[in-house]
């Protein structure tokens, strides 16, 4: 149990630094202006920004999903640390548009029942 925990942690540390990491290369590219404007995007507060940065708070998983949603951000990069931090326009619409043909096809398969 305790390796498993130990190893939770470690991930959720690493998932939490890729996330102010990317608030620090949006900062620095000059698509977000400050800490307040990032944080009412990801729906928190700028305390909870400064706390992922100093490592005495975690990212939440509505983070997470709120900062590839608002800023195109490469779910991978954030989760797993594999390729850039921000999607390609075409990652992007790729993504949307494979997102919404399931939608269609869940509602396509509720109405023939």
Request: charged share 25%; no cysteine.
């Amino acid at each position: 149990m305790t390796k498993y925990s130990e190893q939770s942690k470690r991930r959720a540390h690493e998932v939490t630094q890729r996330l102010f990491s990317s608030f620090e290369y949006l900062r620095a590219r000059g698509l977000i202006s400050n800490k307040q404007e990032f944080s009412e995007r990801l729906g928190t507060y700028p305390n909870i920004i400064t706390g992922l940065g100093n490592g005495t708070r975690n990212a939440t998983l509505e983070m997470v999903i709120n900062l590839v949603n608002e800023f195109e951000v490469n779910p991978d990069y954030i989760l797993f640390g594999r390729g850039e931090v921000l999607l390609t326009k075409q990652e992007f619409v790729g993504d949307r548009v494979a997102a919404l043909e399931e939608r269609v096809l869940a509602l396509e398969s509720a109405f023939k029942k």
